[in-house]
């Protein structure tokens, strides 16, 4: 099954102290419900020394990110987002604009198309459940599920999966968990 397929996804990040105050990249796994891998979310590039900062603190959420999700080394999307707080824009592999995710407060994200319309919001395409702290591989992770409503038309579901994936940057935290409010406990 590859992503485009899956209907249920989980969305895992490394958990440790080290990930939840000093981590500077965005790094992320997503697997479908049995576990099996699908793709892999990281930074495009690498970070210079002042967004390495940056990301080090409360300011983590305004840097700019620049992500790929990949399907066995093979591009499904690609996310950026420009420093501040612009919406995420969401990329085919072929470069054409899919659309947005834009942060509408209280963690609710809504998904755009490339022409700006409001399609809908997270919560419409998908069930959406965040933090819960579990173990991969003997090895503490956060999981984040996403259940995808079947039927689903493109570009919603695309979009849908770029905003869970994405929903750290989109809701302005970026990869500093501790900084900027309260810690991201699991809670």
């Known amino acids: ?75 499904v999307l690609r996310l950026t987002k420009g420093a501040g707080r612009p919406p995420v824009q969401v990329f085919a592999p072929d470069g054409a604009l899919i659309g947005s995710v834009r942060n509408e407060g209280r963690g609710a994200a809504g998904l755009y198309d490339a022409n700006g319309d409001r399609l809908a919001s997270l919560g419409d395409a998908a069930g959406f459940t965040t933090r819960r702290i579990t173990e991969r591989e003997g090895r503490r992770v956060r999981r984040d599920t996403v259940r995808l409503r079947p039927g689903t038309p493109e570009p919603v579901r695309s979009l849908a999966i770029a905003a869970a994936i994405a929903h750290d940057v989109v809701r302005g935290v970026g990869t500093n968990h501790a900084g900027g409010g309260p810690i991201d406990l699991p809670f």
């Open 1 to 75: 099954m590859t992503l485009p397929g899956a209907h249920t996804l989980l969305l895992e990040q490394p958990w440790t102290a080290r990930s939840l105050f000093l981590r500077t990249r965005f790094r992320m796994d997503v697997r479908d419900e049995r576990g099996t891998p699908l793709a892999t979310v990281a930074e495009r590039a690498g970070l210079g020394p002042l967004r390495r900062l940056l990301r080090a603190t409360g300011f983590s959420g305004r840097t700019r990110f620049d992500l790929v999700v990949a399907d066995r080394g093979h591009p």
